[in-house]
């Protein structure tokens, strides 16, 4: 055995934990970086939230009960409207770095539970959607505009 004095023991128990944070803090790191890279969609709304109301500006669309209403009416079905709804809610895409938005339907989404609207900007990017919220650009691959907004608001 290795005949150390009680200081030179405490420099030795002092390294070794330094060590021990340094291994665990790079571990950590290297597999937060995994998880990150192998998850390419991300969810546009949180998991396991309730959408009470869509406004598109000049016409909302609100939860009553277990039913949808458009307000002002159009001609759109409750089953159109609860489609339109879920689609939001079911809504994954991949992460864009940057793209025009000038041409974008801004539409806000109040959620149960939160004081503040989401607010969106959807515009169509040929077969794609492209929403941006804050400051996050989601592609939505081979999905129509008609699925987020009634195609009577186009």
Do not use: C
């Not at 128990?13 to 021990?20: D, E, R, T, V, Y």
């Amino acid at each position: 055995m290795i005949r150390l004095s009680k200081r030179g023991w405490n420099n030795v128990i002092i390294f070794a934990m330094l060590f021990l944070i340094l291994l665990f803090n790079f571990s950590n790191n290297m597999l937060l970086d995994n998880a990150e890279n192998s998850e390419e969609q991300h969810a546009l709304l949180p998991e396991y939230s309730e959408i009470n109301q869509i406004d598109f500006g000049t016409h909302r669309i609100q939860r009553i009960g277990l039913g949808w209403r458009m307000q002002p009416s159009l001609a759109i079905t409750e089953h159109e409207l609860a489609s339109i709804a879920q689609q939001w809610l079911q809504a994954t895409g991949q992460i864009m770095p940057f793209a025009d938005l000038s041409q974008a339907y801004v539409v806000s989404v109040q959620l149960a539970g939160e004081e503040q609207a989401r607010v969106f900007k959807v515009s169509p990017q040929g077969e794609d959607v492209l929403i941006q919220y804050q400051q996050r650009l989601i592609l939505l691959s081979q999905q129509d505009l008609s699925q987020f907004i009634p195609q009577l608001l186009q």
